[in-house]
C-alpha cells in the first residue's frame, strides 16, 4: 500500500495539502507541517513550499476532546495549542464545512455548499462518531463527543433541575474512559448519574478485575452508582417523548430523566467508502506504516486509519501518524512505530492508569501487585519470568509510578519492581538519568534525549536558546503538552539537567503554582488568604491541578482551623478526606475513633463492641494503639459517628495528612521499670497535635524507659524517659523504608517538651515540600539534624515565638470534624446514598464471614455469589465462620452476602 507522493502541481508550484477533519489529528498535522516549513524543509518533489487547508465541520478550532469533561464544569476553552498557528503563511482553517464528495482522479473534494477545492495531497482525519445501540427509544438519548454535545448537556441538566425541582437522574451508557469523564462531570454538575457498563468492571478493556473493581469502589464514592454486567434494551420514554427510564438486560429497569451514549467509536468513512478506497475489516480508511491509503496523494491519520485491521481510538497514536504523513510529505521515510495503548484518567481525584502488557498476557509474566484495603489502592507491575524487565502495569488510587515506569517499558528495571510501588510507601529510583534513547512523553513521541538537547540548547538539535523553564521547555518539545502524564518526569530531568549546568534550580510546586511549597505556605500565612480562589488569583495560574489543589487544602486547613470541607474545599481534597474516612478495597469505608495514648475506658469499650455489633463491622486493634472498624458504608458513616461522638469519641483522623496517634507503654504507673508518667505525656501531646494538617502524615511514641516498648524512635517524633526528663528524638518512621529518629535534645522536662515539639513540628509543616515525610525533610535541610536543633533548640531563626503562638493557636481553635458534622444538616448531605433507600444493602458489596467477623470477599466467592440462583443479598441474621478448607471452594455453604 505504498504511496509514493505524487504531485500533479507544476514544478515549482506551491503544494496544495487539504485535511477532511478538524480534530486533534488534523491539528497535529497542522502543527508537523508548520514545523519543518519554518525549518526549511522542502516537499519530496522540491516544491518550495506547501499549504496547508484544514476542512472543519465544527466552529471552533481543533479542541482537546479528551478533557470534555472540564467543559462540563467551567465552560473552559479546551483549544489545543497556540492558536496563532492558524495564522502562520500557508495554514489555514475553514470551520463549519463539511466536505460531501471527493474525486481521487481529479484530485478534488466538494463542499456542502457546491465549492470545489484541489488538491495535490489529501489527508483523511475525520475522526470517528460516537455509536449509539440499536435498541427501541435510542434516539431520545445522546452522545458525549463535542463541544455541542457538552453544552448541550450543562443546558438540559439545569434546565431539568429546574423543572422537575431536583437532581436530575443521569444515565451513562458505557463504563470506559469517556463514560467515566461524562459521568464524574455530570456528578459535579449535581445529576445523579449511574453508570451502565457491559463489563462486569469498570474500563474492562484496560484493567484487569481487581484494578476494576478498585475503581468501581472509587467511582462509588464519588456518588456515581453502577450497573455492571449490563446493557440497555430500551429507553422508556412518555407519549411526548420525554425519557423516564432504561430497561436493562437483566430484566431492572432504572428512573433517568436524561441518558447519554458513551459506549464506543465508529470511523467515519463514508466518503472514503463512496469514493472507493480500501477499507478495514471492521471499518476505516486500510492504511500501511506510511500511513498511505490504496489511492496515490490520499493519506490518513487518526481514529479514522485503520491499520493492520485495527481503528484506535487514542491520543498517541493519532500524533505518530500525524508525524509520520508529515515527514513523508517532506521527502522522509518515516513509518508508524506502532499502537501505544497507554491510558491514564483523572476523575475527580480518582487516578487510573494502565500501560503496555497490563493483564500480563505474555507468557511466564509475573504480576508483582500490591492492594491496600486501608486506601482502596491497586497498583500492578507486570515484569518477565526473571522480575527484570517491564511489560506494563495497572495504578488505580495512586497513578505516580506511571510516570516513571511507562518511559522503561520493554527495559531492565534499575530497581527491584517493588521499589515502585507507590502505595507500599516505596520511594522509587530518581528517573532522572535515563538513556537518552528512552521515549518520555509517548503522546507526542519524544525523546529523554530531545528534552535535555533542548535544556543545554544544543544547535546541533535545532535549538536556538536553551530552555531553562518547564513552560518554554514543553512549549519547545511539545513532552506534556498533551495528558500531561509526563510533566513531573520531565520536571525532574529539567531541575538534574540545571544542577548539572551549575544553575539554579525552580522548586515551583506545579505548574500552576510558581512558589515551593514552604513558599506558598508563608505567603498565604503573611497574606492572610483565607480561599482557594484567592491563593490562586494572587500566585496561580489556571485551575490548579490535583498536585496543588490537596497542598493549597492542608495550607488553609492549617492556618485557617476552619472545617476541611466548607467554603469550597471539599473539591480540593482527597477522597478519604471528602468522606472524613478511608474507603476500603470493597468500597465500604472505615471507622477509626481517636483514642489518646491507648488508654480507654471499659465504657468506651463497650460502646465500640455495641457499634461493631449492631453494622456488623469488622474490628482490629491497630499498631497505633487504637481499634479500627471495617466495612460502613458511606451513609451508614454520619449514623455510626452520632453514637461515637455522643460518648465523647473524636475522630482519630486515619485518613488526613495530620497527626495519627501518639502511642505509649504504661509508664511509671504500672510498670516497675518506668521512669516517667508515658500515658500521662502521650494523652497531652496527642490532644495538642489532633487535627494539625502537615506535608505528611506524622506519628509520635512516647516510652516510659529506655526498653522503649512504645517504639518512640520509629516515630517521628519519639520521646523516651530518663531518671533526669524526657530525651527527644525527631525524624524517624517505619513502612518501606524505615528510618530511626535521631537525638534532638535531652533530659527535658515537661514544657521545654513541649515547647520544643511545638517548635519541631510548626517548622516541618511551613518549610517541608509536598508529601515529604519528617526522615526525608531532615536529610533535604542544609545542615541536616544541626540545623534543626539550632532552629528548635538555639533559636537560630528567631522565629521561636512565632512558632510557638502558630501552634497555640491551633490548639485553641481545633473542633473535631465529625462534631462539627453532625451539628449541620447541610454537611450532612454529603453522606447520602445515591445508590440504595437508607436501611438496604449495596448489592455490590460482597462480604463472607470468617473467625467470627465480616469479610470482603475474594474473587473466587465473588464468582460464586453472582452465580448463585438468587444473586447477592443484603446480609440479615446470624453467620457461621468459613473454615480455611472452604476459602478456595466455588461456594462455601455458610456464605452469607452483602452489606
Same mark, same amino acid.
Given at each position: 500500500?505504498?504511496?509514493?507522493?505524487?504531485?500533479?502541481?507544476?514544478?515549482?508550484?506551491?503544494?496544495?495539502?487539504?485535511?477532511?477533519?478538524? +480534530?486533534?489529528?488534523?491539528?497535529?498535522?497542522?502543527?508537523?507541517?508548520?514545523a519543518?516549513?519554518?525549518?526549511?524543509?522542502?516537499?519530496?518533489a522540491?516544491?518550495?513550499?506547501? @499549504?496547508?487547508?484544514?476542512?472543519?465541520?465544527?466552529?471552533?478550532?481543533?479542541?482537546?476532546?479528551?478533557?470534555?469533561s472540564?467543559?462540563?464544569?467551567?465552560?473552559?476553552?479546551?483549544?489545543?495549542?497556540?492558536?496563532? &498557528?492558524?495564522?502562520?503563511?500557508?495554514?489555514?482553517?475553514?470551520?463549519?464545512r463539511?466536505?460531501?464528495?471527493?474525486?481521487?482522479?481529479?484530485?478534488?473534494?466538494? &463542499?456542502?455548499?457546491?465549492?470545489?477545492?484541489? $488538491?495535490?495531497?489529501?489527508?483523511?482525519?475525520?475522526?470517528?462518531?460516537?455509536?449509539?445501540?440499536?435498541?427501541?427509544?435510542?434516539?431520545?438519548?445522546?452522545?458525549?463527543?463535542?463541544?455541542?454535545?457538552?453544552?448541550?448537556?450543562?443546558?438540559?441538566?439545569?434546565?431539568?433541575?429546574?423543572?422537575? +425541582?431536583?437532581?436530575?437522574n443521569?444515565?451513562?451508557?458505557g463504563?470506559?474512559?469517556?463514560?467515566?469523564?461524562?459521568? =464524574? +462531570?455530570?456528578?459535579?454538575l449535581?445529576?445523579?448519574?449511574?453508570?451502565?457498563?457491559?463489563?462486569?468492571?469498570?474500563?474492562?478493556?484496560?484493567?484487569?478485575?481487581?484494578?476494576?473493581?478498585?475503581?468501581?469502589?472509587?467511582?462509588?464514592?464519588?456518588?456515581?452508582?453502577?450497573?455492571?454486567?449490563?446493557?440497555?434494551?430500551?429507553i422508556?420514554?412518555?407519549?411526548?417523548?420525554?425519557?423516564?427510564?432504561?430497561?436493562?438486560?437483566?430484566?431492572?429497569?432504572?428512573?433517568?430523566?436524561?441518558?447519554?451514549?458513551?459506549?464506543?467509536?465508529?470511523?467515519?468513512? *463514508?466518503?472514503?467508502?463512496?469514493?472507493?478506497? *480500501?477499507?478495514?475489516?471492521?471499518?476505516?480508511?486500510?492504511?500501511?506504516?506510511?500511513?498511505a491509503?490504496?489511492?496515490?496523494?490520499i493519506?490518513?491519520?487518526?481514529?479514522?486509519?485503520?491499520?493492520? =485491521?485495527?481503528?484506535?481510538?487514542?491520543v498517541?497514536?493519532?500524533?505518530?501518524?500525524?508525524?509520520?504523513?508529515?515527514?513523508?510529505?517532506?521527502?522522509?521515510?518515516?513509518?508508524?512505530?506502532?499502537?501505544?495503548?497507554?491510558?491514564?484518567?483523572?476523575?475527580s481525584?480518582?487516578?487510573?492508569?494502565?500501560?503496555g502488557?497490563?493483564?500480563?498476557? @505474555?507468557?511466564?509474566?509475573?504480576?508483582?501487585?500490591?492492594?491496600?484495603?486501608?486506601?482502596?489502592?491497586?497498583?500492578?507491575?507486570?515484569v518477565?519470568?526473571?522480575?527484570? %524487565?517491564?511489560?506494563?502495569?495497572? #495504578?488505580?488510587?495512586?497513578?505516580?509510578? $506511571?510516570?516513571? &515506569?511507562?518511559?522503561?517499558?520493554? /527495559?531492565?528495571?534499575?530497581?527491584?519492581?517493588?521499589?515502585y510501588?507507590?502505595?507500599?510507601?516505596?520511594?522509587?529510583?530518581?528517573?532522572?538519568?535515563?538513556?537518552?534513547?528512552?521515549?518520555?512523553?509517548?503522546?507526542?513521541?519524544?525523546?529523554?534525549?530531545?528534552?535535555?538537547?533542548?535544556?543545554?540548547?544544543?544547535?546541533?538539535?535545532?535549538?536556538?536558546?536553551?530552555?531553562?523553564?518547564?513552560?518554554?521547555?514543553?512549549?519547545?518539545t511539545?513532552?506534556?503538552?498533551?495528558?500531561?502524564?509526563?510533566?513531573?518526569?520531565?520536571?525532574?530531568?529539567?531541575?538534574?539537567?540545571?544542577?548539572?549546568?551549575?544553575?539554579?534550580?525552580?522548586?515551583?510546586?506545579?505548574?500552576h503554582?510558581?512558589?515551593?511549597?514552604? *513558599?506558598?505556605?508563608?505567603?498565604? !500565612?503573611?497574606?492572610?488568604?483565607?480561599?482557594?480562589?484567592?491563593?490562586?488569583?494572587?500566585?496561580? @495560574?489556571?485551575?490548579?491541578?490535583?498536585?496543588?489543589?490537596?497542598?493549597?487544602?492542608?495550607?488553609?486547613?492549617?492556618?485557617?482551623?476552619?472545617?476541611?470541607?466548607?467554603?469550597?474545599?471539599?473539591?480540593?481534597?482527597? @477522597?478519604?478526606? !471528602?468522606?472524613?474516612?478511608?474507603?476500603?478495597?470493597?468500597?465500604?469505608?472505615?471507622?477509626?475513633?481517636?483514642?489518646?495514648?491507648?488508654?480507654?475506658?471499659?465504657?468506651?469499650?463497650?460502646?465500640?463492641?455495641?457499634?461493631?455489633?449492631?453494622?456488623?463491622?469488622?474490628?482490629?486493634?491497630?499498631?497505633?494503639?487504637?481499634?479500627?472498624?471495617?466495612?460502613?458504608?458511606?451513609?451508614?458513616?454520619?449514623?455510626?459517628?452520632?453514637?461515637?461522638?455522643?460518648?465523647?469519641?473524636?475522630?482519630?483522623?486515619?485518613?488526613?495528612?495530620?497527626?495519627? %496517634?501518639?502511642?505509649?507503654?504504661v509508664?511509671?504507673?504500672?510498670? !516497675?521499670?518506668?521512669?516517667?508518667?508515658?500515658?500521662?505525656?502521650?494523652?497531652?501531646?496527642?490532644?495538642?497535635?489532633?487535627?494539625?494538617?502537615?506535608?505528611?502524615k506524622?506519628?509520635?511514641?512516647?516510652?516510659?524507659?529506655?526498653?522503649e516498648?512504645?517504639?518512640?524512635?520509629?516515630?517521628?517524633?519519639?520521646?523516651?524517659?530518663?531518671?533526669?526528663?524526657?530525651?527527644?528524638?525527631?525524624?524517624?518512621?517505619?513502612?518501606?523504608?524505615?528510618?530511626?529518629?535521631?537525638?534532638?535534645?535531652?533530659?527535658?522536662?515537661?514544657?521545654?517538651?513541649?515547647? $520544643?515539639?511545638?517548635?519541631?513540628?510548626?517548622?516541618?509543616?511551613?518549610?517541608?515540600?509536598?508529601?515529604?515525610?519528617?526522615?526525608?525533610?531532615?536529610?533535604?535541610?542544609?545542615?541536616?539534624?544541626?540545623?534543626?536543633?539550632?532552629?528548635?533548640?538555639?533559636?537560630?531563626?528567631?522565629?521561636?515565638?512565632?512558632?510557638?503562638?502558630?501552634?497555640?493557636?491551633?490548639?485553641?481553635?481545633?473542633?473535631?470534624?465529625?462534631?462539627?458534622? &453532625?451539628?449541620?444538616?447541610?454537611?450532612?448531605?454529603?453522606?447520602?446514598? #445515591?445508590?440504595?433507600?437508607?436501611?438496604?444493602?449495596?448489592?455490590?458489596?460482597?462480604?463472607?464471614?470468617?473467625?467470627?467477623?465480616?469479610?470482603?470477599?475474594?474473587?473466587?466467592?465473588?464468582?460464586?455469589?453472582?452465580?448463585?440462583?438468587?444473586?447477592?443479598?443484603?446480609?440479615?441474621?446470624?453467620?457461621?465462620?468459613? /473454615?480455611?478448607?472452604?476459602?478456595?471452594?466455588?461456594?462455601?455453604?455458610?456464605? /452469607?452476602?452483602?452489606?
Amino acid at each position: 500500500m505504498e504511496n509514493v507522493s505524487s504531485t500533479p502541481a507544476e514544478s515549482g508550484a506551491v503544494r496544495r495539502v487539504l485535511v477532511i477533519g478538524g +480534530g486533534p489529528a488534523a491539528h497535529r498535522f497542522a502543527e508537523a507541517m508548520a514545523a519543518r516549513a519554518s525549518s526549511g524543509q522542502t516537499g519530496s518533489a522540491g516544491a518550495p513550499g506547501s @499549504t496547508v487547508t484544514v476542512i472543519g465541520s465544527e466552529p471552533h478550532l481543533p479542541y482537546d476532546r479528551v478533557a470534555l469533561s472540564r467543559r462540563l464544569v467551567d465552560s473552559e476553552d479546551l483549544t489545543l495549542g497556540d492558536r496563532r &498557528l492558524w495564522d502562520s503563511p500557508g495554514i489555514r482553517f475553514r470551520g463549519e464545512r463539511t466536505v460531501t464528495g471527493l474525486d481521487p482522479v481529479a484530485r478534488t473534494v466538494t &463542499l456542502d455548499g457546491g465549492e470545489t477545492l484541489g $488538491y495535490d495531497e489529501l489527508v483523511f482525519a475525520t475522526g470517528s462518531a460516537a455509536s449509539v445501540p440499536s435498541i427501541p427509544g435510542a434516539s431520545a438519548g445522546h452522545v458525549y463527543r463535542t463541544i455541542e454535545d457538552v453544552d448541550f448537556l450543562t443546558a438540559e441538566l439545569v434546565r431539568l433541575r429546574e423543572r422537575l +425541582g431536583r437532581p436530575a437522574n443521569v444515565v451513562v451508557v458505557g463504563g470506559g474512559l469517556l463514560g467515566l469523564e461524562a459521568a =464524574g +462531570g455530570l456528578a459535579r454538575l449535581g445529576g445523579l448519574a449511574t453508570i451502565v457498563h457491559s463489563g462486569r468492571w469498570l474500563m474492562s478493556a484496560q484493567l484487569d478485575e481487581g484494578a476494576g473493581q478498585a475503581l468501581g469502589r472509587l467511582i462509588q464514592a464519588q456518588g456515581i452508582s453502577l450497573a455492571l454486567g449490563n446493557r440497555p434494551t430500551e429507553i422508556l420514554t412518555s407519549p411526548t417523548g420525554r425519557v423516564l427510564g432504561v430497561s436493562l438486560t437483566d430484566g431492572t429497569a432504572l428512573n433517568a430523566d436524561l441518558v447519554v451514549f458513551s459506549i464506543g467509536i465508529t470511523p467515519r468513512d *463514508e466518503l472514503a467508502r463512496l469514493a472507493g478506497l *480500501e477499507l478495514g475489516p471492521r471499518g476505516g480508511i486500510a492504511i500501511g506504516e506510511d500511513c498511505a491509503s490504496s489511492v496515490a496523494g490520499i493519506w490518513a491519520i487518526g481514529e479514522v486509519a485503520s491499520i493492520g =485491521g485495527v481503528c484506535v481510538g487514542l491520543v498517541a497514536p493519532a500524533n505518530a501518524m500525524a508525524e509520520v504523513v508529515a515527514d513523508r510529505l517532506h521527502g522522509g521515510a518515516a513509518v508508524f512505530p506502532g499502537i501505544d495503548d497507554a491510558t491514564r484518567l483523572k476523575l475527580s481525584g480518582v487516578e487510573v492508569a494502565s500501560f503496555g502488557d497490563a493483564l500480563a498476557a @505474555t507468557p511466564h509474566a509475573l504480576e508483582v501487585v500490591y492492594a491496600d484495603p486501608a486506601r482502596g489502592l491497586y497498583q500492578k507491575i507486570v515484569v518477565t519470568n526473571d522480575a527484570k %524487565t517491564l511489560l506494563g502495569g495497572i #495504578f488505580v488510587g495512586d497513578a505516580a509510578p $506511571y510516570t516513571s &515506569l511507562r518511559p522503561l517499558l520493554g /527495559r531492565e528495571l534499575p530497581a527491584e519492581p517493588g521499589a515502585y510501588l507507590s502505595a507500599a510507601g516505596a520511594e522509587p529510583p530518581a528517573n532522572s538519568d535515563l538513556p537518552d534513547d528512552v521515549q518520555l512523553c509517548s503522546c507526542n513521541n519524544v525523546s529523554v534525549g530531545a528534552v535535555r538537547a533542548a535544556i543545554r540548547g544544543d544547535e546541533a538539535a535545532g535549538h536556538i536558546e536553551a530552555c531553562t523553564e518547564l513552560g518554554p521547555l514543553k512549549a519547545c518539545t511539545r513532552a506534556g503538552t498533551q495528558c500531561g502524564s509526563c510533566v513531573p518526569l520531565v520536571k525532574k530531568i529539567l531541575e538534574t539537567e540545571l544542577t548539572r549546568a551549575g544553575i539554579e534550580v525552580s522548586r515551583a510546586l506545579c505548574e500552576h503554582i510558581p512558589q515551593s511549597r514552604s *513558599e506558598l505556605f508563608e505567603s498565604v !500565612r503573611i497574606l492572610q488568604l483565607t480561599s482557594f480562589e484567592q491563593i490562586m488569583d494572587r500566585f496561580g @495560574t489556571g485551575l490548579g491541578c490535583d498536585i496543588c489543589k490537596p497542598v493549597i487544602a492542608s495550607i488553609l486547613a492549617t492556618q485557617t482551623s476552619g472545617y476541611i470541607l466548607d467554603s469550597g474545599r471539599g473539591a480540593l481534597q482527597d @477522597t478519604n478526606d !471528602r468522606a472524613l474516612a478511608n474507603m476500603q478495597k470493597d468500597g465500604t469505608y472505615s471507622v477509626v475513633p481517636r483514642i489518646p495514648g491507648g488508654e480507654i475506658t471499659p465504657a468506651k469499650l463497650k460502646v465500640i463492641a455495641e457499634v461493631a455489633a449492631d453494622f456488623n463491622l469488622y474490628t482490629k486493634i491497630t499498631g497505633g494503639q487504637r481499634i479500627d472498624l471495617f466495612g460502613a458504608r458511606l451513609e451508614q458513616l454520619p449514623e455510626i459517628w452520632k453514637i461515637l461522638v455522643d460518648a465523647g469519641f473524636e475522630s482519630g483522623q486515619a485518613y488526613g495528612k495530620s497527626l495519627r %496517634t501518639v502511642k505509649s507503654c504504661v509508664g511509671s504507673t504500672w510498670c !516497675r521499670f518506668g521512669v516517667q508518667d508515658s500515658v500521662a505525656m502521650a494523652i497531652n501531646l496527642e490532644l495538642r497535635y489532633r487535627g494539625l494538617r502537615a506535608p505528611h502524615k506524622f506519628k509520635l511514641g512516647v516510652s516510659g524507659c529506655a526498653r522503649e516498648c512504645a517504639e518512640a524512635r520509629g516515630k517521628d517524633v519519639g520521646i523516651i524517659a530518663t531518671e533526669l526528663g524526657w530525651n527527644l528524638y525527631v525524624g524517624g518512621n517505619g513502612g518501606f523504608q524505615p528510618a530511626h529518629a535521631q537525638l534532638l535534645a535531652q533530659d527535658l522536662d515537661d514544657d521545654t517538651l513541649v515547647r $520544643y515539639i511545638d517548635r519541631y513540628l510548626m517548622y516541618y509543616i511551613r518549610t517541608g515540600d509536598r508529601l515529604q515525610r519528617t526522615a526525608r525533610w531532615q536529610e533535604d535541610l542544609d545542615g541536616g539534624l544541626d540545623h534543626v536543633r539550632d532552629v528548635v533548640v538555639h533559636d537560630s531563626l528567631g522565629i521561636a515565638g512565632e512558632l510557638e503562638a502558630a501552634m497555640l493557636e491551633h490548639v485553641g481553635n481545633y473542633e473535631d470534624e465529625w462534631a462539627a458534622t &453532625l451539628k449541620d444538616p447541610e454537611r450532612l448531605r454529603r453522606f447520602r446514598s #445515591f445508590v440504595n433507600a437508607p436501611g438496604t444493602g449495596d448489592p455490590a458489596i460482597v462480604q463472607v464471614q470468617e473467625r467470627g467477623q465480616p469479610r470482603p470477599a475474594r474473587p473466587a466467592e465473588r464468582a460464586a455469589a453472582e452465580r448463585a440462583p438468587s444473586g447477592p443479598v443484603p446480609l440479615a441474621g446470624p453467620t457461621i465462620p468459613v /473454615r480455611p478448607s472452604d476459602e478456595t471452594t466455588d461456594l462455601p455453604r455458610d456464605l /452469607r452476602i452483602g452489606a
